[in-house]
């Protein structure tokens, strides 16, 4: 085992988070809830409840823990194969994982000191938890008034940050991953470019849904997975489709995205299904069947941070499985037009200082 500086961070960070989850998040004039007590509360609290409310926020919760756990088994397993070639992955799965758990701790914080009315809306722009932890989560359980977020919330997020740091601060096995200049200037045209085409894309997600209903969104909703696919394709190194999807995401909130900063985190979670799936590859397999298990990775990964801001886990079950289906089709369409477009323009030529251009290159 080699456990560095950054992986020891990274390892007690996580560490905190997982501690933390048993700590308390929020009081009411009733009771302290740690973030267990709240996963394990509500769902005989809503068994009844067939769909509304807030069906599902325990499935927020209980990410919380996965993610923390998930973030220690990585890294203990990048720690014991440290001259790897492949050690490369577990670091990024274990990045992977704190980011999801940050995104849920941090809705969880937002949703306790944000104001807000809660209720379904499938307006995109909607932070569906908005206000459940302070009106709705405490009705159901009967808790009373709300007092406050407590300190396991806080340090849940701390934890998963200092996690997130260390597994990407921890020094690789091998060197051959190193960006250049021209990655970076890549990644800032798909950026501003992918940012405005997500940005004008708000408007035919919205005219669907008199047309499909959530159907018709979800189906649409695969082509703002494109961006961070055809970063890693293109470029194919470790976090390229991370940092793709991301700053695309960026660009759209500077655009004036209506769902503004909270699109930032969005862009986290729909970059993280096609970087774990290029990164279980070894980012070596780069074919339709790799590209639309990275599209599907993407739709599914995203998924329950996707359905909890727009309040779908509030749905009828049997509803919620076609959405799902719809979600994998939509995923897998977007990984496919990734890499066509990405053949498309490597046939021109404009890629041969990228890895997709000099594999065409060595093809012809």
Do not use: C, H
């Not at 849904?209 to 470790?238: D, K, N, T």
């Not at 290029?278 to 590209?291: C, L, N, P, Q």
Request: proline share 4%; hydrophobic share 60%; net charge positive.
């Amino acid at each position: 085992m080699s456990f560095s500086l950054a992986r020891l961070v990274g390892l007690a960070g996580a560490s905190v988070a997982l501690v933390a989850f048993f700590l308390p998040w929020v009081t009411y004039t009733q009771r302290t809830f740690s973030a267990f007590d709240l996963a394990t509360s509500l769902p005989p609290a809503l068994a009844a409840v067939k769909a509304g409310g807030i069906k599902g926020f325990d499935v927020g919760l209980w990410a919380v823990a996965l993610a923390a756990v998930l973030a220690i088994v990585f890294l203990l397993a990048s720690a014991a194969r440290p001259a790897d070639p492949r050690e490369g992955r577990f670091r990024l799965w274990a990045t992977s994982a704190a980011v999801v758990g940050l995104a849920f701790a941090l809705l969880f914080v937002a949703s306790g000191l944000l104001g807000g009315t809660p209720g379904i809306d499938f307006a995109p722009a909607a932070i569906r938890p908005d206000n459940q932890v302070k009106a709705t989560i405490a009705k159901a359980i009967a808790a009373g008034d709300f007092v406050g977020i407590g300190i396991g919330a806080y340090l849940a997020v701390a934890g998963f940050a200092i996690s997130a740091i260390g597994a990407l601060l921890a020094r690789p096995a091998r060197q051959e991953g190193v960006w250049r200049t021209q990655d970076f200037v890549l990644l800032a045209i798909l950026a501003v470019v992918f940012g405005a085409i997500y940005w004008a894309w708000l408007q035919p997600y919205l005219w669907i849904e008199g047309i499909a209903a959530q159907f018709g969104q979800e189906l649409l909703f695969g082509l703002w997975f494109v961006s961070g696919l055809l970063g890693g394709y293109i470029i194919r190194r470790p976090g390229a489709a991370f940092l793709s999807e991301t700053l695309a995401a960026f660009a759209e909130v500077l655009l004036g995205a209506p769902a503004g900063p909270i699109l930032i985190v969005t862009g986290f979670m729909q970059a993280l299904g096609p970087e774990l799936t290029f990164a279980a590859t070894g980012y070596r397999r780069w074919g339709w069947g790799t590209m639309a298990i990275a599209g599907a990775a993407a739709g599914i990964v995203a998924l329950p941070w996707n359905w909890l801001r727009l309040g779908y886990f509030a749905l009828d079950p049997g509803l919620m499985a076609g959405l799902f289906v719809t979600r994998i089709i939509a995923g897998i369409l977007a990984g496919l037009l990734a890499k066509l477009i990405g053949n498309l323009v490597a046939a021109t030529g404009s890629l041969n200082y990228f890895a997709l251009g000099r594999e065409r290159v060595r093809e012809v």
